[in-house]
C-alpha cells in the first residue's frame, strides 16, 4: 500500500499521529492550563504574591517553553502538509481550522503580549541561567493599568476555545465515532477502530 506524503513524513495514518506531533500537542494542552492557573494565582495567592518576583520568572519561562512547543507543532504541521479535521465532513474541517488557527494565533500573542510586559517591568528575559534585558523604557504602570488585562483577556479567549475544541473532540469520538481523538491519544490507549 502506497503511503502519502503526511504519513510518509511522521508516521501518521488514520490510526495515529507520529509520537512526536502527540508529544507537542498534549505538552502544550498542559502547560497552557497551567500556565493560565500560574498567571491568575501569582496575583491573587499571598504566599506567590510575597515571591512574585521568582513566581513572574517561572511563568515566563513557562510561557517561553510553550511559545517553542508551539512554533514547533505548527512547523510540523507544515512540512508535513497536515490537514485539520483530515477525514471528516467539509463544514466540520473549516470549523477545525478556525479553531487551530485561532489557537496558533492567540498563544503567538499571549506569548508576545507577555515578553512586552517583562520588557515594561523592567525585567528582561530569563532563560534558565542566561538573563537577557529588553529594549525598552520600564513602565510597570502601564503594566497594571492596561496590558495585563489585555493578557487576562487573551488568557480567557483561550480557556473559551479549550472547551469548545476539547468537547469537538469528545462530540467526534462519542457521537461521530471516528478517529479524529483517537489518533491523537497514546497508543496505548487508542482503539482501531471506534465504531467496534
Ligand atoms: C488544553 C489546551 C489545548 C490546546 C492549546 C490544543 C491545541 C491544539 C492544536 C493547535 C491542534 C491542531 C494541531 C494542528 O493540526 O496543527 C490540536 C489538535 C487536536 N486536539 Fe488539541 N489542544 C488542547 C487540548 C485538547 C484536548 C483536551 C483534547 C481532547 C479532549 C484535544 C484533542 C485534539 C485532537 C483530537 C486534535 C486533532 C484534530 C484534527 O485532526 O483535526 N486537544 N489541538
Ligand atoms: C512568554 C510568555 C509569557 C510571559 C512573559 C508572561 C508574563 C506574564 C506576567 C509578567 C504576568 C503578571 C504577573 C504574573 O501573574 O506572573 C502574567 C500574568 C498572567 N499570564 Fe502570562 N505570560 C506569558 C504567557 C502566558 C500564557 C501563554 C498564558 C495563557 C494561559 C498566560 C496567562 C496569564 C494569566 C491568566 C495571567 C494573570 C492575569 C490576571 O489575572 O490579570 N501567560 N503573565
Not at 508576545?112 to 542566561?130: E, H, R, Y
Not at 534585558?133 to 487576562?152: E, G, K
Not at 476539547?166 to 465504531?195: E, F, I, N
Request: charged residues 10%; aromatic residues 8%; contains cysteine.
Amino acid at each position: 500500500m502506497t503511503k502519502n506524503k503526511h504519513e510518509k513524513v511522521t508516521g501518521s495514518s488514520a490510526t495515529g499521529e507520529s509520537t512526536l506531533f502527540k508529544v507537542l500537542h498534549w505538552s502544550i494542552a498542559v502547560l497552557i492550563v497551567f500556565q493560565g492557573l500560574l498567571g491568575a494565582a501569582n496575583l491573587r495567592i499571598a504566599w506567590l504574591q510575597a515571591h512574585l518576583a521568582s513566581a513572574i520568572v517561572v511563568h515566563e519561562e513557562i510561557g517561553l517553553l510553550i511559545l517553542l512547543l508551539t512554533l514547533s507543532l505548527f512547523i510540523i504541521r507544515i512540512i508535513t502538509g497536515r490537514r485539520s479535521g483530515a477525514g471528516a465532513q467539509p463544514s466540520h474541517q473549516l470549523w477545525a481550522k478556525m479553531v487551530h488557527g485561532a489557537f496558533y494565533m492567540l498563544i503567538l500573542v499571549e506569548c508576545a503580549i507577555g515578553i512586552w510586559m517583562m520588557g515594561l517591568l523592567g525585567k528582561g528575559l530569563t532563560i534558565l541561567a542566561w538573563h537577557m534585558p529588553l529594549p525598552m523604557t520600564p513602565d510597570p504602570r502601564f503594566v497594571f493599568s492596561n496590558v495585563l488585562q489585555w493578557h487576562a483577556a487573551v488568557a480567557l479567549m483561550l480557556a473559551f476555545l479549550i472547551v469548545i475544541h476539547s468537547g469537538a473532540a469528545l462530540y467526534h469520538h462519542y457521537v461521530l465515532r471516528d478517529h479524529t481523538l483517537t489518533r491523537m491519544l497514546p497508543v496505548r490507549l487508542s482503539r482501531t477502530d471506534p465504531k467496534s
